[in-house]
């Protein structure tokens, strides 16, 4: 079936420390791959997609790169900030249903 | 700009008793879906909808029913409250677009307790 597997947290990191948050996925057929955000107390925010392989999707400093090789989507940042703290889900969308992972929380301190 | 909104925020349950949680987008969507957020489970599809008249399950189904009479609403129903049901529901849509690649885009969730 499709799943999706998240790195477990949570992490805490310096501000301008480098970040990877890892994802790897399960599906069939070719699923498009999502990162989401959700700060406290809101409900979740598209952050990046990558709809193909080897497509690199970007938004805010974060990029993510769709590896169909390593089934991965994993979460990069050169320099993270304090406003970056937030739970971040790897999500896949292979079809009419959508599959988040478990949420990563990130924490950055000054 | 109200994208997509929630109601209520906060409901606190007695075991049995029923009640809806509304959803209403105004994005114009034909994708909707609902899911329930537990600790250390990420997201749970509950039912999803394609466009009006058209409902189906996803992963978590039981002890809920859902109903899509309009594009704009999708209202969630808990017929009979279980402790179990205690978490924090998202309502979220999406355009269909050329497939189900677009992003869907939250609410900002209703925390339901269940005593």
């Known amino acids: 079936g499709n799943s999706v597997t998240q790195m477990e947290g949570p992490v805490t990191l310096s501000e301008e420390a480098f970040l990877t948050i890892n994802c790897t996925y399960t599906?069939?057929?070719?699923?498009?791959l999502f990162w989401y955000v959700q700060y406290p107390g809101e409900g979740l925010q598209l952050l990046l997609k990558?709809?193909?392989?080897?497509d690199k999707g970007s938004n805010k400093g974060f990029e993510a790169t769709y590896r169909k090789e390593t089934t991965s989507f994993h979460l990069e940042k050169g320099s993270v900030q304090v406003s970056d703290s937030a739970v971040y889900f790897c999500?896949?969308?292979?079809?009419?249903?959508?599959?988040f992972g478990t949420g990563t929380s990130l924490t950055v301190i000054p | 700009n109200a994208g997509v909104t929630q109601t209520p925020k906060f409901q606190v349950l007695k075991t049995g008793q029923s009640m809806t949680l509304q959803c209403a987008q105004d994005?114009?969507?034909?994708?909707m879906s609902w899911y329930r957020q537990d600790p250390g489970m990420g997201l749970r599809l509950i039912h999803y909808?394609?466009?009006?008249?058209?409902?189906d399950q996803g992963e978590v189904p039981n002890g809920y029913n859902v109903s899509r009479s309009t594009t704009e609403d999708f209202p969630l129903r808990l017929l009979s409250a279980a402790p179990s049901q205690t978490s924090v529901y998202f309502c979220?849509?999406?355009?269909?677009?050329?497939?189900?690649?677009?992003?869907?885009?939250f609410g900002d969730g209703t925390r339901l307790s269940i005593l």
């Open positions: 979220a849509s999406s355009s269909l677009g050329t497939g189900f690649d677009q992003p869907q885009h």
């Open positions: 599906a069939t057929g070719y699923p498009s």
């Open positions: 990558a709809t193909k392989a080897d």
């Open positions: 999500a896949l969308g292979p079809g009419n249903q959508f599959y």
């Open positions: 994005m114009n969507h034909e994708y």
């Open positions: 909808s394609v466009g009006a008249g058209i409902t």
